[in-house]
């Protein structure tokens, strides 16, 4: 059988990957797609670069248009980043009847809903493994492993550089500007790493986890979304002596009202083997009705870990290149005429547990003061941890672990808190989640 032929657009850290694993491992992957895989042509802005890191083997252009329009190309693998160029190439490209790989969450999370609907009226393919979770195959997982169950909830550890920054900074106590640098230079934060930093790509992999793991439609705008940048080395030591560990989760719960999507800081026992997920290591945890708590784990980021999960998405659409659109595995796991219309939920409106810590005056009345705020508005209250006035101050962090309440009442609670003669500042908020 001819190869199959592949046009690379953008060869930076994961193109570069999928260009030397393919060609590293190409006998193996010829015997497992059933015919051989070739990258003919590669775009990139850097042609000089992208002739030497090609060496030769296939045509570099500057201009990604001349492959996305190339009638030889089969597959057209998107490695540019962003939602720019790369939205307009990847239409292009579907409207020429090509198949499209790409690992770029930001464009699925906004324009999936308009991608996928041009590609089914095209018949063509667009998968995109290598957007959630860089080498772990979740995508895969949730998608056909999972088929069997009505999915509960998804949580997952799914931004490297976020979590290799928590990591470092508690290990070693390095500052953050200093981590952040060092994940810039291993290449696992984004171009812009605020969307690393603030939870935006995070946001973007829960939305496509969550689109496939329900059967609704990518709403990436009704997600929350919160980073790490507020997060005080106070909170990580307090949680610590709690028995608690901080990581950025992005999290999605099936409930009976709608769908929670949220991303934010988020206290996890550390006896869980997620709350010991460390550097830029990824894990998500799914549980499923029948199968209970499954648990992914591996690289979420990097060249040659994010070019695996690529490559496999190149071998999955060389199989299924010849096969009828309707024996293909659906986009988002389930049939397009069947997606749901479960609205994702207001923040207001979710169920979790919280940790509050507020500076307040030591002096008798003050807690009594607290918990009847919570009390009233229903809250129970888990566990707390008053510390001791540092050598002559008169004021103090008290910090109280809740039972689960919705956030519209813990907002209103806060609120009153606030206002006590006696409570300074504000009162800082994180979300915990037991993950039994
Ligand atoms: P890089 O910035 O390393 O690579 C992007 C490449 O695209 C660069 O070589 C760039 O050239 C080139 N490029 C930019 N604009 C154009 C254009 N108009 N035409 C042709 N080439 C262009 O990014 P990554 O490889 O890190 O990321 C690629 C995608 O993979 C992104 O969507 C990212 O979110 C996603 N991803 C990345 C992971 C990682 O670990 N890095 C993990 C999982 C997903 P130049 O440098 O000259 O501008
Ligand atoms: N910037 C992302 C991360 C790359 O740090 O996880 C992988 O998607």
Request: hydrophobic share 45%; glycine share 8%; with cysteine.
């Amino acid at each position: 059988m001819k190869p199959i032929k592949v046009g690379l657009l953008g060869i930076g850290t994961v193109g570069s990957g999928t260009f030397n694993v393919l060609k590293r491992n190409q006998l193996e992957i010829t015997r497992r797609a059933g015919r051989s895989i070739e990258i003919a042509m590669v775009a990139d802005l850097n042609v000089e670069r992208a002739r030497e890191l090609t060496n030769g083997e296939c045509e570099v252009v500057n201009d990604a248009n001349l492959v996305v329009s190339n009638p030889d190309i089969d597959i057209v693998i998107e490695l540019i980043g962003g939602y720019g160029i790369a939205r307009d190439l990847v239409m292009k490209a579907i409207a020429n009847g090509k198949h499209v790989v790409t690992a770029n969450k930001a464009l699925l999370a906004t324009h999936g809903n308009e991608i996928f609907k041009a590609a089914e009226e095209k018949g063509v393919m667009v998968a995109f493994e290598a957007a959630v979770a860089g080498g772990i195959p979740i995508i895969k997982a949730l998608r056909e492993g999972l088929t069997a169950n009505r999915i509960q909830w998804i949580a997952g550890i799914i931004n490297g550089t976020t979590n290799f920054i928590l990591s470092e900074m508690r290990d070693k106590g390095l500052d953050f500007a200093t981590v952040l640098k060092q994940a810039q230079e291993l290449g696992y934060a984004e171009a812009d790493p605020t969307f690393d930093i603030e939870g935006v790509d995070a946001a973007h992999k829960a939305t496509i986890m969550a689109s496939i793991a329900y059967g609704i439609p990518m709403q990436f705008d009704k997600a929350h979304v919160e980073g790490i940048t507020k997060l005080q080395a106070s909170d990580i030591r307090y949680a610590e002596e709690l028995g608690y560990r901080i990581k950025l989760l992005g999290i999605s719960k099936r409930t009976e009202d709608g769908i929670e999507l949220r991303v934010h800081p988020t206290l996890i026992p550390e006896k869980r083997l997620i709350a010991n997920v460390e550097g830029a290591m990824n894990a998500v945890l799914v549980h499923g009705d029948a199968v209970g708590a499954t648990l992914y784990y591996g690289k979420g980021a990097g060249s040659e870990p994010t070019a695996s999960a690529v490559i496999a998405d190149l071998v999955d659409i060389t199989r299924l290149a010849t096969a009828d659109p309707e024996h293909r595995v659906p986009y988002l796991a389930f049939q397009s005429n069947s997606l749901s219309d479960l609205p994702v939920l207001p923040m207001a409106e979710i169920v979790t547990s919280y940790y509050l810590r507020m500076h307040v005056a030591d002096k008798p009345g003050v807690l009594a003061d607290v918990t009847r705020i919570l009390a009233d508005l229903t809250i129970s209250i888990d566990a707390m941890l008053q510390k001791e006035p540092a050598e002559g101050e008169t004021q103090t962090d008290i910090i109280i672990l809740t039972h689960q309440t919705k956030e519209k009442n813990i907002v209103a609670a806060i609120d009153k808190i606030e206002k006590l003669d006696s409570v300074f500042g504000e009162v800082t908020k994180l979300r915990l989640e037991e993950l039994s």
